[in-house]
């Protein structure tokens, strides 16, 4: 079973110790069991031992019972946490775009759902291991009884589990298809939510997507868990139909063909009703083992796939790029790169193209919009991989080894940014530097650094880009890559931005890459180049 196989990666001792846990608990409840069926056949007998008898087993049986589950409950728990953490560990380094294709509705739902299903078996788990002990030593008691009934028992139990071994990948299957169907209805709800003012404003576009995408979705994922349901209805009550099937064999077949004493007859039925209860929580148990099962190995696929381009593998640091307090050139030869469509065939392309960026230059990068300009910085900044070409930092050649220093050299600021709370990285930042700017930024109104964190970041656009800015530059790297950042600001603003921040920065020795569309300002630039279709072509100012 993929739960345990889980759980002894983690801790092959604990599950060791729980699993004589659960042994122990079914010895304990088949004791209980064989004093019934003794009191059962002769209740006037040594009934105050019988009862003292019982009394003791029962208090063992619930302190270990308790003692069990709560050992398991805190691994299991343990190993759900450990495997959410590396799984969020290997995201946090995976490729950009390997994210980007996976979606935020995938994500979300192997790190919730998923890891909620494995915790949910796991409790399951135990509790049907005790069960299923108890069931296996009341089936032999019945041997020491009656070996006919024994056999037929044996025999009704055996068929029942093939009947769930042989609709066991039928049920996977449909805890597959329903969960995959689930992460689609996620990402349509994602759609409305993101998308949540456009819906508003127009409803024949809310109305499409619910009633084409997210209603067809939501009932496709209905239908399949409700043949999933009918499935293991079917298989449990075809199981509880044997179970009757047998008691009634032990009391009205077998005692016409073979002589079974009275009292066999009763203590069997005893146990076989003792262990209705047990048998059914087995038979209910199925299908939380199954999505146990299809979350499981949905959790080790999600982290197979963020294993595929994890370049920080090797430690960050150990390269020469670490050690580089400065650069004089950042070279790109035959840089290229090709996004591609569901089929895996290449649709828009940026490059091939051959650049140089200098220290401590201003450089302006240019185009209409679908030009290619936020993927090209992408690339530049290590966010995506060229599939083709090279970079090359003062002849250190960039790949797998040092991608997260060469990451390292850069301060981003993107069209599609997120405005963090805190300075998360920066420690011993005095507030009083990140107030002052905050006043340069005229957002100290709106805003104030307490505690390590800013009070409010529930902004207009061009405040948060301001803002966005103010954490940029107290970062101090050596390049600034700023995609559209003027954008949004008023003209005073932007005034003060291209006239005032960027020189100031190039005077500290940085080096700026700007995406930008105001022409206004281009003469802040040391150089303009000009993108169109994914390729760089010659810029005239007009």
Do not use: W
């Not at 069931?135 to 032999?140: P, R, S, T, W």
């Not at 185009?367 to 910085?377: I, Q, R």
């Not at 954008?487 to 700026?512: C, H, N, S, V």
């Amino acid at each position: 079973m993929e739960i345990i196989k889980l759980l002894r990666r983690f801790s092959p001792k604990m599950v060791n110790h729980i699993t004589f846990m659960i042994f122990f608990t079914g010895v304990i409840n088949a004791i209980i069991l064989s004093i019934i069926c003794a009191v059962a056949v002769s209740p006037e007998k040594n009934s105050f031992r019988f009862f003292m008898l019982y009394l003791g087993a029962l208090v063992i049986f619930l302190i270990s019972k308790k003692y069990g589950l709560i050992k398991a409950a805190v691994l299991a728990e343990t190993a759900v946490s450990d495997v959410r953490m590396r799984i969020i560990d290997k995201l946090r380094h995976a490729n950009l775009m390997l994210v980007e294709d996976l979606g935020r509705a995938f994500i979300h739902t192997r790190l919730t759902k998923d890891t909620m299903e494995v915790s949910m078996g796991f409790g399951a788990m135990i509790h049907t291991a005790q069960a299923a002990v108890m069931v296996m030593f009341a089936i032999l008691f019945l041997g020491f009884i009656s070996i006919p009934i024994f056999l037929m028992t044996l025999g009704i139990f055996a068929i029942c589990g093939m009947i769930y071994y042989a609709s066991e990948k039928k049920v996977e299957a449909l805890v597959h298809a329903s969960t995959q169907k689930e992460t689609e209805l996620f990402g349509f709800v994602n759609h409305m939510l993101d998308g949540f003012q456009e819906l508003r404003m127009n409803q024949s576009k809310s109305d499409d997507l619910y009633n084409h995408y997210l209603s067809p979705a939501s009932e496709q994922t209905t239908d399949l868990k409700i043949k999933f349901f009918f499935q293991l209805t079917k298989n449990l009550i075809l199981s509880l139909s044997f179970v009757h099937v047998l008691i009634i064999s032990i009391i009205f077949v077998l005692p016409r063909y073979i002589v079974i004493p009275e009292p066999a007859i009763i203590q069997s039925v005893a146990i076989i009703f003792y262990v209705v209860g047990p048998f059914n929580h087995i038979l209910g148990s199925i299908s939380i083992f199954s999505r146990t099962t299809v979350a499981i190995e949905n959790l080790y696929r999600f982290e197979e796939e963020l294993n595929v381009e994890d370049d920080n593998y090797i430690s960050a640091g150990n390269s020469e790029l670490a050690e580089k307090e400065g650069f004089q050139q950042l070279q790109l030869s035959n840089f290229q790169f090709h996004y591609k469509d569901p089929e895996g065939n290449p649709s828009f392309s940026v490059g091939p193209c051959d650049l140089t960026i200098n220290s401590n230059e201003i450089l302006f990068i240019v185009g209409g919009n679908g030009s290619g300009k936020s993927t090209f910085l992408k690339l530049l900044t290590g966010l995506y991989y060229p599939m083709e070409g090279s970079i090359t930092l003062d002849e250190i050649r960039v790949g797998s080894y040092n991608y997260p220093d060469y990451r390292n050299l850069f301060s981003i600021i993107f069209t599609d940014f997120h405005l963090f709370d805190r300075l998360y990285g920066l420690k011993g930042i005095e507030p009083s530097k990140v107030n002052q700017l905050l006043r340069l930024m005229e957002i100290d109104n709106k805003t104030r650094f307490v505690d390590g964190g800013f009070s409010n970041i529930n902004l207009s656009t061009g405040q948060k880009k301001r803002l966005a800015l103010v954490a940029a530059l107290l970062e101090d790297k050596k390049i600034y890559v700023l995609d559209e950042v003027a954008a949004d600001q008023d003209p005073q603003f932007r005034k003060y931005f291209y006239e005032t921040i960027l020189p100031d920065l190039k005077k500290q020795g940085k080096t700026i890459i700007a995406a930008t569309h105001d022409d206004k300002y281009f003469h802040v630039a040391d150089r303009v180049l000009k993108m169109e279709y994914g390729q760089f072509i010659p810029y005239a100012q007009d």
